[in-house]
């Protein structure tokens, strides 16, 4: 089972406008590395680091998906 903690970097959201979203991915309470993050509104894409931290560019209502070899894929909306 994967955890995902997301921190958003600012108080509000625009329509217009995409922050970065910060977060971490962890799995029986241990960082895990190499998730791929795809924002499948934007196409943008990153990949969680060794502390199992990603950043990547949102904005309100995107979908962010969460996939890996090992793990279930999962998508979550901002």
Known sequence: MII????ITTNSFSQEKSVTISGAIYSSNKP??????VN???????????E?????LAKEDDVLLFSSIQYENKKITI
Not at 44 to 49: E, G, L, Y
Not at 52 to 56: P, Q, S, Y
């Open 4 to 7: 995902i903690f997301i921190f």
């Open 52 to 56: 199992g931290t990603f950043e990547i």
């Open 32 to 37: 895990v590395n190499d998730i791929h993050v």
């Open 40 to 50: 499948l509104n934007n196409r943008f894409v990153t990949i969680s680091s060794t």
